[in-house]
């Protein structure tokens, strides 16, 4: 039995959110489901549901939802996110006793309303003088704190400058004066990090620092330190007694290091400079390289007091330190070019809530789109989860394209920089889910988002709510719009497996091997390369690729081994990144790949579909108009049943088939085998600030014949959106339905001949 979600809800403000971990899972297997409710709901039913799009006008009144069995009722309650990266270090026990010397490299980005903590064992501001900071306060300046109270700080007059690297060393001593002293190296890059973006609130345009060996001191009394069995050290912020962390640093450190004695600040300069290399046996207590393992999630500790530590809430690895020269721009070339950290008061990986309910997915359940449908009243959330196949494979694989679902998650730029009403030459509209997302920033941001410092947010996760991945959403794009494709499949009684991006790129081609069709999401924009090439080969061994979205194949995200609800996405070439930050940080830290566009390493979404990304336009969507190709007998099944010359002059998105994304195969000659079977015609409106990516801005319809196997491009994120019209009797409808049961025909394709002449 299915229903219709009800309209009374879905408009409202959100009061309830959540998400799942993992993201997709078998029959038999558990999924865990994590729900924050605001303040007065006190119950809640939740349902495991399986998804699809309902009539026209569905996206206001809710999807079409089938029982699938694991209900319930809970307790509402809230549950707080609570973002900001650090790193923490176990067992300082004893490591800051007697006179020891502090020093680290450091590089702010961005000037916050309150001090911002460097590194930290226990909370100095716990009141049991038994903790210690080395900060910056509101102004920038250096500070040492090992109490509550003013007497208990240390202050160099000096405050350090944005995006230039200073040496801060801090001197401890049980029965003299405490030192801390900043300056030495004094090394600017030359462009910060978050360089190319105007200043926001809080964030004062970067300045420079000449080089210089000068030093700014300060000296006075300070207690001894001596914590508690079990104490840590905690980089970028202080934890509290009761382990939460908080005040923590926006911007870069590397190597810290912990010394025995009254180290002089010229030493400490000189000890850091030279780097890990260097570090004679012995030389200090502790100190952590972070130049080795910059894949991981893990520091490196050299010496006989150091441990290895774990870093949290997505700080950035694989970023100019403050030897970078600029001679390499590949981190692997030169990894201790490469030996900061960029930590980030903004970032999240994982909200650690506390898990509401856990379900095993029930045996038998089909594979499919599904979510936990949470009600209360008038209130409502949908919390996505996948169903992959747990029996004999069916013939038909959709892919989730879940990868770029996290890409724009919980995206904020729509209405924190005008781009929206640029792209669509309109007002924005914000949806129950953007309103929600302006009062909770700590939810974090999307790939198309800034940190705090204009840094690019190049880790998303998805332990978190991803606001953007849910039906109905406003902007009618990504997951929404692959509801429609649902509802099509579901319409035509085929029987199909739905996987994930991630499943993909864990299980590599192997996946595919069962499969004699692959369908694409309507916008698979954001892939690995491990995806891209198991697609490729797969196809070119003979599968049959429905490629039914735009702006598909075109840039490169990678999952974290360790990790893998991690995606990292390095969106160089685009206008937010300035031109040294995409020449130098382009490479992924995960697996050393660069970012940005798949074809920089080779991989050319044409060589797959037959199309590249074009351009975009949200104000209307256009039709096709079919060329000479159409009429090839190459080409005939795909248009049995269809007359006519203009193809889709309909649709759900901006009335036509051809909307928001799309491709086109400009400039591509891929021989006879690839057939154009139309063109969209007399775009009136082009992005002026993005404006044509391809040469010539319309879109292709393509057939392309691939070897054995063979791939039909819509390149269009509107597509989709147009299948159901007239109760989907209609011409698209019956081309993805043609094109669908040929290609599971087990015939050959009829091959074209080598003079493209029939």
Same mark, same amino acid.
């Given at each position: 039995?299915?229903?219709?979600?009800?309209?009374?809800?879905?408009?409202?403000?959100?009061?309830?959110?959540?998400?799942?971990?993992?993201?997709?899972?078998?029959?038999?297997?558990?999924?865990?489901?994590?729900?924050?409710?605001?303040?007065?709901?006190?119950?809640?039913?939740?349902?495991?549901?399986?998804?699809?799009?309902?009539?026209?006008?569905?996206?206001?009144?809710?999807?079409?939802?089938?029982?699938?069995?694991?209900?319930?009722?809970?307790?509402?309650?809230?549950?707080?996110?609570?973002?900001?990266?650090?790193?923490?270090?176990?067992?300082?026990?004893?490591?800051?006793?007697?006179?020891?010397?502090?020093?680290?490299?450091?590089?702010?980005?961005?000037?916050?309303?309150?001090?911002?903590?460097?590194?930290?064992?226990?909370?100095?501001?716990?009141?049991?003088?038994?903790?210690?900071?080395?900060?910056?306060?509101?102004?920038?300046?250096?500070?040492?704190?090992?109490?509550?109270?003013?007497?208990?700080?240390?202050?160099?007059?000096?405050?350090? /400058?944005? !995006? +230039?690297?200073? &040496? @801060? *060393? =801090?001197?401890?001593?049980?029965?003299?004066?405490? $030192? %801390?002293?900043?300056? #030495?190296?004094?090394?600017?890059?030359?462009?910060?990090?978050?360089?190319?973006?105007?200043?926001?609130?809080?964030?004062?345009?970067?300045?420079?620092?000449?080089?210089?060996?000068?030093?700014?001191?300060?000296?006075?009394?300070?207690?001894?330190?001596?914590? /508690?069995? !079990? +104490?840590?050290? &905690? @980089? *970028? =912020?202080?934890?509290?007694?009761?382990?939460?962390? $908080? %005040?923590?640093?926006? #911007?870069?450190?590397?190597?810290?290091?912990?010394?025995?004695?009254?180290?002089?600040?010229?030493?400490?300069?000189?000890?850091?400079?030279?780097?890990?290399?260097?570090?004679?046996?012995?030389?200090?207590?502790?100190?952590?390289?972070?130049?080795?393992?910059?894949?991981?999630? +893990?520091?490196?500790? @050299?010496?006989?007091?150091?441990?290895?530590?774990?870093?949290?809430? %997505?700080?950035?690895?694989?970023?100019?330190?403050?030897?970078?020269?600029?001679?390499?721009?590949?981190?692997?070339?030169?990894?201790?070019?490469?030996?900061?950290?960029?930590?980030?008061?903004?970032?999240?990986?994982?909200?650690?809530?506390?898990?509401?309910?856990?379900?095993?997915?029930?045996?038998? +359940?089909?594979?499919?789109?599904?979510?936990?449908?949470?009600?209360?009243?008038?209130?409502?959330?949908?919390?996505?989860?996948?169903?992959?196949?747990?029996?004999?494979?069916?013939?038909?694989?959709?892919?989730?394209?879940?990868?770029?679902?996290?890409?724009?998650?919980?995206?904020?730029?729509?209405?924190?920089?005008?781009?929206?009403?640029?792209?669509?030459?309109?007002?924005?509209?914000?949806?129950?889910?953007?309103?929600?997302?302006?009062?909770?920033?700590?939810?974090?941001?999307?790939?198309?988002?800034?940190?705090?410092?204009?840094?690019?947010?190049?880790?998303?996760?998805?332990?978190?709510?991803?606001?953007?991945?849910?039906?109905?959403?406003?902007?009618?794009?990504?997951?929404?719009?692959?509801?429609?494709?649902?509802?099509?499949?579901?319409?035509?009684?085929?029987?199909?497996?739905?996987?994930?991006?991630?499943?993909?790129?864990?299980?590599?081609?192997?996946?595919?091997?069962?499969?004699?069709?692959?369908?694409?999401?309507?916008?698979?924009?954001?892939?690995?390369?491990?995806?891209?090439?198991?697609?490729?080969?797969?196809?070119?061994?003979?599968?049959?690729?429905?490629?039914?979205?735009?702006?598909?194949?075109?840039?490169?995200?990678?999952?974290?081994?360790?990790?893998?609800?991690?995606?990292?996405?390095?969106?160089?070439?685009?206008?937010?990144?300035?031109?040294?930050?995409?020449?130098?940080?382009?490479?992924?830290?995960?697996?050393?790949?660069?970012?940005?566009?798949?074809?920089?390493?080779?991989?050319?979404?044409?060589?797959?579909?037959?199309?590249?990304?074009?351009?975009?336009?949200?104000?209307?969507?256009?039709?096709?108009?079919?060329?000479?190709?159409?009429?090839?007998?190459?080409?005939?099944?795909?248009?049995?049943?269809?007359?006519?010359?203009?193809?889709?002059?309909?649709?759900?998105?901006?009335?036509?088939?051809?909307?928001?994304?799309?491709?086109?195969?400009?400039?591509?000659?891929?021989?006879?085998?690839?057939?154009?079977?139309?063109?969209?015609?007399?775009?009136?409106?082009?992005?002026?600030?993005?404006?044509?990516?391809?040469?010539?801005?319309?879109?292709?319809?393509?057939?392309?014949?691939?070897?054995?196997?063979?791939?039909?491009?819509?390149?269009?994120?509107?597509?989709?959106?147009?299948?159901?019209?007239?109760?989907?009797?209609?011409?698209?409808?019956?081309?993805?339905?043609?094109?669908?049961?040929?290609?599971?025909?087990?015939?050959?394709?009829?091959?074209?001949?080598?003079?493209?002449?029939?």
């Amino acid at each position: 039995m299915t229903e219709p979600a009800q309209a009374t809800g879905l408009r409202l403000a959100k009061r309830i959110i959540g998400y799942c971990d993992p993201l997709s899972a078998a029959p038999g297997e558990q999924v865990s489901f994590y729900v924050s409710c605001a303040p007065g709901i006190g119950q809640y039913q939740a349902e495991l549901v399986r998804l699809r799009a309902g009539p026209p006008g569905w996206e206001a009144t809710g999807p079409v939802c089938e029982p699938a069995g694991c209900a319930g009722s809970y307790p509402g309650r809230a549950q707080q996110a609570r973002p900001g990266s650090y790193a923490v270090i176990p067992g300082a026990d004893g490591l800051l006793a007697g006179d020891v010397t502090i020093a680290v490299l450091v590089q702010p980005t961005y000037q916050a309303g309150a001090c911002q903590v460097l590194l930290s064992v226990a909370d100095p501001w716990a009141g049991d003088g038994q903790g210690l900071a080395l900060i910056l306060d509101e102004q920038l300046r250096p500070a040492l704190v090992t109490g509550p109270g003013p007497a208990a700080r240390l202050t160099c007059p000096v405050p350090l /400058a944005l !995006g +230039t690297w200073t &040496v @801060l *060393a =801090a001197t401890l001593r049980e029965n003299a004066p405490a $030192r %801390l002293s900043a300056g #030495g190296l004094q090394r600017a890059s030359a462009q910060p990090p978050g360089a190319g973006q105007p200043p926001g609130p809080g964030r004062p345009p970067a300045t420079e620092q000449p080089p210089g060996a000068g030093w700014a001191s300060v000296a006075g009394a300070a207690p001894g330190l001596g914590p /508690a069995a !079990g +104490t840590d050290l &905690v @980089l *970028a =912020a202080v934890r509290s007694p009761a382990g939460r962390t $908080r %005040l923590h640093f926006t #911007g870069r450190l590397e190597f810290p290091v912990v010394l025995d004695g009254a180290v002089s600040p010229d030493q400490a300069g000189a000890l850091l400079a030279a780097g890990p290399g260097a570090l004679a046996p012995g030389q200090a207590r502790a100190a952590w390289d972070f130049a080795a393992g910059i894949g991981g999630w +893990t520091i490196t500790g @050299l010496g006989p007091r150091a441990r290895p530590g774990t870093l949290h809430n %997505l700080p950035m690895r694989a970023v100019r330190g403050a030897s970078w020269t600029g001679e390499h721009t590949d981190w692997k070339q030169a990894p201790g070019q490469y030996a900061a950290i960029h930590f980030l008061a903004d970032a999240l990986e994982d909200c650690q809530w506390d898990a509401d309910f856990t379900w095993t997915i029930p045996a038998g +359940t089909r594979s499919g789109y599904y979510a936990a449908r949470i009600t209360a009243g008038q209130h409502r959330d949908f919390i996505p989860v996948f169903v992959r196949p747990a029996g004999p494979p069916a013939p038909v694989l959709l892919i989730a394209p879940t990868a770029t679902y996290a890409a724009y998650g919980n995206s904020r730029f729509w209405w924190e920089r005008p781009v929206q009403e640029m792209v669509q030459d309109a007002l924005i509209d914000l949806g129950a889910e953007e309103q929600y997302l302006i009062t909770a920033p700590e939810l974090g941001a999307s790939s198309y988002d800034n940190h705090l410092d204009g840094t690019d947010v190049c880790y998303v996760s998805r332990r978190r709510p991803n606001l953007n991945m849910r039906p109905g959403h406003v902007r009618r794009e990504g997951y929404t719009s692959d509801l429609d494709l649902v509802a099509w499949l579901d319409q035509q009684g085929v029987s199909y497996d739905v996987v994930t991006d991630e499943d993909l790129h864990a299980a590599g081609a192997g996946l595919l091997a069962p499969y004699r069709v692959v369908l694409t999401g309507t916008h698979p924009e954001y892939m690995s390369a491990i995806e891209f090439d198991a697609i490729s080969d797969w196809t070119a061994g003979g599968g049959r690729l429905m490629y039914l979205g735009g702006n598909g194949f075109a840039m490169n995200v990678t999952f974290s081994p360790e990790r893998p609800w991690i995606m990292e996405n390095r969106r160089v070439e685009l206008w937010e990144r300035g031109e040294e930050v995409q020449r130098s940080e382009a490479f992924h830290a995960a697996d050393g790949m660069r970012g940005g566009h798949l074809s920089a390493s080779g991989r050319q979404a044409a060589a797959v579909t037959g199309v590249e990304s074009a351009t975009m336009g949200f104000d209307h969507s256009y039709p096709y108009r079919l060329g000479p190709a159409a009429r090839r007998p190459e080409a005939a099944f795909v248009f049995a049943g269809v007359s006519g010359e203009v193809i889709g002059d309909f649709g759900a998105i901006g009335g036509g088939v051809v909307g928001q994304e799309w491709d086109n195969a400009a400039g591509h000659d891929l021989g006879p085998g690839h057939l154009i079977l139309g063109s969209s015609h007399d775009h009136t409106f082009v992005p002026p600030m993005i404006g044509a990516i391809r040469p010539d801005y319309h879109a292709d319809l393509v057939l392309y014949f691939r070897g054995a196997g063979a791939a039909f491009s819509v390149s269009s994120m509107a597509w989709c959106a147009a299948l159901s019209h007239d109760g989907y009797a209609n011409e698209v409808a019956r081309i993805t339905g043609n094109v669908l049961r040929r290609f599971l025909d087990p015939a050959p394709l009829r091959p074209v001949p080598p003079d493209g002449r029939s």
